[in-house]
T-cell receptor, first 116, second 111 residues
Framework: EAAVTQSPRNKVTVTGGNVTLSCRQTNSHNYMYWYRQDTGHGLRLIHYSYGAGNLQIGDVPDGYKATRTTQEDFFLLLELASPSQTSLYFC???????????????FGPGTRLTVL | GDSVTQTEGQVALSEEDFLTIHCNYSASGYPALFWYVQYPGEGPQFLFRASRDKEKGSSRGFEATYDKGTTSFHLRKASVQESDSAVYYCALRTGGYKVVFGSGTRLLVSP
């Protein structure tokens, strides 16, 4: 069973604050993802990566940076947090799933971020 | 771009009722289709997938059939239980890294 962990589980910061959310996966997956989840919007992709040093832009990237330091670790950075970034954040990983890349994703437990 | 539409935002049923949650997709390629389930306080978890036309995916009594003609992958269960109460997400992947999710359907099952 793939394991994806996230820290912290809860975070409160103020507008303009600096926040780093951490994600680690221990299943040697190539792909890692950051999503935000908001009522009425489901899961929206922020950034994703297919390996250490790689970064791809998702659908809602504004105000977020990300960095993949190793195959296991993927970080999401909010350098000037705003109240609109109050949300539940999920990290996920997936393998290759063969030549057509149809592998499922494994999600972490989430980080609830509140920006006051 | 690719998209997934779930028409029901919420479904309320009683135990032993039949469940249908509708999922329609739009994709330029030939996607794999997935269902995920999310219980309160947890991250989404993979339920099952189908990757070709007419293929049926199933798990835990839930099933869905890939229909390329109607671009659908509707989730069904013959007899729901209170423990099935959760949010269900339909998703697609077209062979790249990106996965597109629908907006989710909240299922409430009363005893």
């Amino acid at each position: 069973e793939a394991a994806v962990t996230q820290s912290p589980r809860n975070k409160v910061t103020v507008t303009g604050g600096n926040v780093t959310l951490s994600c680690r996966q221990t299943n040697s997956h190539n792909y890692m993802y950051w999503y935000r989840q908001d009522t009425g919007h489901g899961l929206r992709l922020i950034h994703y990566s297919y390996g250490a040093g790689n970064l791809q832009i998702g659908d809602v990237p504004d105000g977020y940076k990300a960095t993949r330091t190793t195959q296991e670790d993927f970080f999401l950075l909010l350098e000037l947090a705003s109240p609109s970034q109050t949300s539940l954040y999920f990290c996920a990983s997936s393998g290759t799933g063969g030549p057509y890349n149809y592998a499922e994703q494994f999600f972490g437990p989430g980080t609830r971020l509140t920006v006051l | 771009g690719d998209s997934v539409t779930q028409t029901e935002g919420q479904v309320a049923l009683s135990e032993e009722d039949f469940l249908t949650i509708h999922c329609n997709y739009s994709a330029s390629g030939y996607p794999a289709l997935f269902w995920y389930v999310q219980y309160p306080g947890e991250g989404p978890q993979f339920l099952f997938r189908a990757s070709r036309d007419k293929e049926k995916g199933s798990s835990r009594g839930f099933e869905a059939t890939y229909d390329k003609g109607t671009t659908s992958f509707h989730l069904r269960k013959a007899s729901v239980q209170e423990s099935d109460s959760a949010v269900y997400y339909c998703a697609l992947r077209t062979g790249g890294y990106k996965v597109v999710f629908g907006s989710g359907t909240r299922l409430l099952v009363s005893p």
